[in-house]
């Protein structure tokens, strides 16, 4: 089964760090554009930031200069490193991608999300 899991999410305080992860698992050959969101408590889903299969990055205003979003393509992982958080970073995390390569073609797959807490 091909899947997206993050990981690292948790409790921190603000204006500390947290490093979330994304990794694909299941009869795949690799991992295109991944893109991470997140939903607060009543709240919209919303882009945080995207990386391409070639490395090009993108984030939201709201992260710029504090998240930092990279890929080991060999570990089929992206991770999000989060700097300098603040309580309104508070969500849930989902990464995404529209481009899961498998025996089958390019496939979508969304994660279940890795909850992040900013106490202040």
């Known amino acids: 089964q091909v899947q997206l899991v993050e990981s690292g999410g948790g409790l921190v305080q603000a204006g500390g760090s947290l490093r979330l992860s994304c990794t694909a698992s299941g009869r795949i050959f690799g991992v295109g554009n991944v893109t991470w969101y997140r939903q607060g408590p009543g709240k919209q889903r919303e882009l945080v930031a995207g990386?391409?299969?070639?490395?090009?990055?993108n984030y939201a205003d709201s992260v710029k200069d504090r998240f930092y979003i990279s890929r080991d393509d060999a570990k089929n992982t992206v991770y999000l490193q989060m700097s300098r958080v603040k309580p309104e970073d508070s969500a849930m995390y989902f990464c995404?991608?529209?481009?899961?390569?498998?025996?089958?073609?390019?496939?979508?797959?969304w994660g279940p999300g890795t909850q992040v807490i900013v106490s202040s």
């Open positions: 995404y991608s529209d481009a899961v390569k498998t025996n089958y073609g390019f496939k979508s797959v």
């Open positions: 990386i391409t299969s070639g490395g090009t990055t």
